[in-house]
């Protein structure tokens, strides 16, 4: 079973076997794969190749996932490489390939990345058996880019048997399903290339409720590039003697390299860059530190976490509600995001020692663990809105004081349980009297329904049935055990 993860700059693929799981390697020994493609006349390149090359002529197609949802797409293109068009109300790369031009699409490109990903999971498995498959998607992403997104995926050879948003997959990289585990509230916090997304979500009673989710496109770890881009054409300046932002050549290699590093500072306090010939035969070599980097960044780094504020505002929700935080997206690696938090949540666990770029494919794997079962069944049908609980349930026999529990709040509708209950008889009554109460946050039951036992019951053991439908109409019935 494979978990596959693909976004805008980077994909990744994990494979879960005998119950453990593995993240893949590509051909050149990543385990995290560029999400760029390199469209050539009789080829077409994906991966770090794709970029390799000193200048990119307008072939390579980057951030090309954004483009199938489009009601949620801000056009931020970056120099150098292709940009989209649009045609009759569609996306399209236009592409000149030698003597003529051809049009891609996004379905397109993502198509030859999980044809990419195949690749690795058939070398992997050594072409043994079908490639099935958990796939991850944006929550944010329509019905209509989800069956896009899905369809490139099985074309590409891949059977998939399940479709789950990327913060699930996140939450499902570290938290075991237990039915009988206690809620836990999560934030799952996930940082592209050209976009950010917050989840806020719970854990209860085996079930995943993702409560919001926010996503913000335009703002990403492209905006921290710019910074190190920016300081390093000014260093260039300054000690060279001559403006590298007016010649294109210089300007890619530049941003290149200011890419390459930001990667190395997230994990290094200092890397030292270097063009060889980078201008009239003239060398460039220049050692950055990560707290030199940290102070530039720091207005990015408002920007990326105000949208996280602003959700828990939302939710009116406080930082101390927050069981853990998911770290999701490389730009995540950076230690000076990772320290923000820690200080803003400090009562939290702060979940990141699964590689922030690799946990989403991972949390895909392990849903492999959970048995897909039932007929296939088309697109369409599976984006359905589900109904939970707004309040837990709680019984007692009339002639007791104690409460026990029987339904915890958000418990997705519809719901059916049998619980076996001790019966007790009140000496002036005929019969025993079973109550069934909400219980509300102000800690105050209420009696929603009494269900009463025949005498001829008698004490002892029976069993409790109780179902609720799902629009909430409640129905319940004693039975012998």
Same mark, same amino acid.
Request: hydrophobic content about 40%; overall charge negative.
């Given at each position: ?9 980077? %994909? ?89 031009? !051809? ?60 479709? !789950? ?67 390093? %054409?000014? #260093?260039? &300046? ?17 941003? &290149? ?76 690696? !950076? ?100 109550? !069934? ?33 799902? #629009? ?10």
């Amino acid at each position: 079973m494979f978990g596959l993860y693909v976004g805008n700059t980077s %994909a990744c693929i994990a494979m879960l076997k005998d119950g453990e799981v593995q993240v893949l390697v590509n051909d050149v020994g990543e385990r995290v794969t560029s999400a760029s493609v390199e469209i050539l006349d009789n080829e077409r390149v994906v991966g770090v190749a794709a970029k390799a090359g000193p200048n990119n002529s307008g072939n390579v197609i980057i951030h090309s996932k954004m483009y199938l949802s489009h009601d949620r797409v801000i056009a931020n293109g970056i120099e150098g490489y292709c940009p989209i068009v649009v045609e009759e109300g569609r996306y399209n790369y236009v592409i000149d390939v030698g003597t003529k031009k !051809i049009n891609v699409t996004p379905d397109e490109v993502v198509e030859e990345i999980f044809r990419y990903l195949y690749k690795i999971a058939n070398s992997t498995a050594h072409g043994n058996g079908d490639a099935n498959a958990i796939l991850t998607v944006p929550y944010y992403f329509s019905q209509n880019a989800k069956e896009k997104f899905c369809d490139a995926a099985m074309s590409s050879g891949f059977n998939v048997l399940q479709v !789950i948003t990327d913060p699930a997959a996140a939450v499902m990289a570290y938290e075991p399903m237990n039915v009988e585990s206690l809620p836990k509230k999560f934030l799952v916090y996930r940082v592209g290339g050209s976009s950010m997304e917050c989840s806020v979500g719970i854990v209860i009673g085996g079930m995943l409720q993702i409560l919001k989710s926010q996503y913000e496109p335009g703002i990403g770890g492209d905006a921290l590039t710019a910074v190190i881009f920016d300081y390093l %054409a000014q #260093d260039v &300046k300054m000690r060279m003697q001559f403006n590298p932002l007016e010649n294109f050549r210089c300007r890619m290699k530049l941003y &290149k390299l200011a890419e390459h590093s930001k990667h190395i500072l997230s994990t290094n306090s200092s890397t030292t860059c270097c063009l060889e010939t980078f201008y009239n035969g003239m060398d460039y070599s220049h050692t950055v530190t990560r707290s030199r980097i940290e102070s530039l960044i720091s207005p990015v780094l408002t920007q990326l976490t105000k949208p996280v504020l602003e959700m828990m505002e939302v939710l009116n929700m406080k930082a101390d509600d927050f069981d853990k935080v998911i770290l999701c997206g490389g730009t995540l690696k !950076i230690p000076k995001l990772q320290k923000y938090f820690r200080d803003t949540f400090p009562a939290a666990e702060i979940m990141n020692s699964i590689s922030p770029d690799e946990v989403i494919a991972v949390g895909a794997a392990k849903q492999g663990n959970c048995p897909v079962e039932g007929p296939i069944v088309p697109h369409s049908l599976l984006h359905k809105e589900i109904s939970r609980l707004g309040t837990s349930l709680f019984y007692k026999i009339k002639s007791s004081g104690t409460y026990d529990s029987l339904v915890n709040k958000d418990a997705v509708l519809p719901v059916t349980i049998s619980k076996t209950i001790l019966l007790e008889q009140d000496e002036n009554e005929l019969s025993s009297v079973v109550e !069934i109460h909400t219980f509300d946050d102000k800690s105050s039951y209420d009696l929603v329904k009494e269900v009463v036992v025949p005498k001829a019951f008698g004490v002892g053991n029976a069993v409790l049935e109780l179902s609720i439908d799902g #629009d909430g109409a409640l129905d319940c019935k004693i039975c012998k055990c």
